[in-house]
């Protein structure tokens, strides 16, 4: 009775990059205790830390500084295989001009944050001066490069503003020959002991609306895109080029991204090895 009373809180980014899952999650029935909280990744990064959240898609970085708070549900990310198409670096200059250069990142992503410096430092070499903050602002007409994420990089893509855009995961996946996980789905572990039985179903409701999102993509396509705004047949490139699933190969890519944060003492090494539930699906 304790457990069917209990509220459930779950977070969702609310970007249109998880509307494969998202709005099928809206057309099925569920558990009136069973809460969806909708926010940028940042946010729910903060709120599943503070236990204000109990489970769902937060991002990786959030797993790696904290891995004794959680575990990962298996079969369950979003992540791509090559470009993104959502996660940008504008650029005014060449990056390897970057040197001492102000980059404005969005806060709403730690670990696009993260990758971004990867890139930059370790991958071209160069050293910028970071600043966080709104990627909208007039503060953004001043800065060589401009960190964007979800929503506000697909409409910043659309303009000519800016000499580069530099899709980050398909620069990682060029230098790494791996995939990038930007999200994983992480349950508080103090909530997966009290309550598992409930997290094994909403995990596998998480499943079946992937699935079902895969088969009814175009029509999904059709009601999010005027978000943005762009044509649905752009949402559909794009959303198809997304990925939902953890294959053991995510789960390679997930682990080279710790080991490079923690190489920068900027991850807990007990991240390493990863502690994922495994689907009873």
């Not at 200059?93 to 410096?117: A, F, H, M, W, Y």
């Not at 430092?121 to 994420?149: C, M, R, T, W």
Request: aromatic share 10%.
């Amino acid at each position: 009775m304790e457990q069917e009373l209990r509220q459930i809180q779950i977070g969702m980014v609310n970007f249109i990059n998880t509307a494969p899952i998202y709005e099928t999650w809206k057309t099925r029935p569920h558990p009136p205790n069973w809460n969806v909280v909708e926010a940028p990744p940042a946010v729910l990064n903060h709120m599943l830390a503070a236990d204000k959240l109990d489970l769902g898609f937060v991002s990786s970085y959030e797993y790696c500084i904290r891995p004794d708070k959680y575990r990962i549900l298996s079969r369950l990310s979003i992540s791509a295989n090559g470009s993104v198409g959502s996660v940008f670096l504008f650029l005014r200059t060449d990056p390897e001009r970057l040197n001492g250069r102000t980059i404005l990142l969005s806060g709403q992503s730690e670990t696009s944050i993260c990758l971004v410096k990867i890139i930059l430092e370790e991958f071209y070499k160069v050293s910028p001066h970071y600043i966080v903050g709104d990627v909208n602002s007039e503060q953004a007409e001043e800065v060589d490069g401009i960190l964007a994420i979800g929503d506000e990089a697909l409409r910043l893509s659309s303009g000519k503003e800016f000499m580069h855009q530099l899709d980050l995961s398909e620069i990682w996946c060029r230098h790494t020959d791996l995939p990038f996980v930007f999200a994983v789905c992480a349950v508080r572990e103090e909530f997966y002991q009290e309550f598992g039985d409930t997290v094994a179903a909403i995990h596998h409701e998480f499943l079946n609306c992937r699935e079902e999102g895969r088969v009814n993509l175009e029509y999904i396509c059709s009601d999010v895109a005027p978000r943005i705004p762009m044509h649905p047949d752009e949402c559909y490139v794009y959303l198809r080029a997304i990925e939902y699933d953890l294959s053991q190969r995510k789960q390679l890519a997930l682990e080279t991204f710790f080991q490079y944060l923690i190489k920068r003492n900027e991850a807990d090494p007990a991240s390493l090895p990863l502690k994922i539930i495994e689907s009873r699906q």
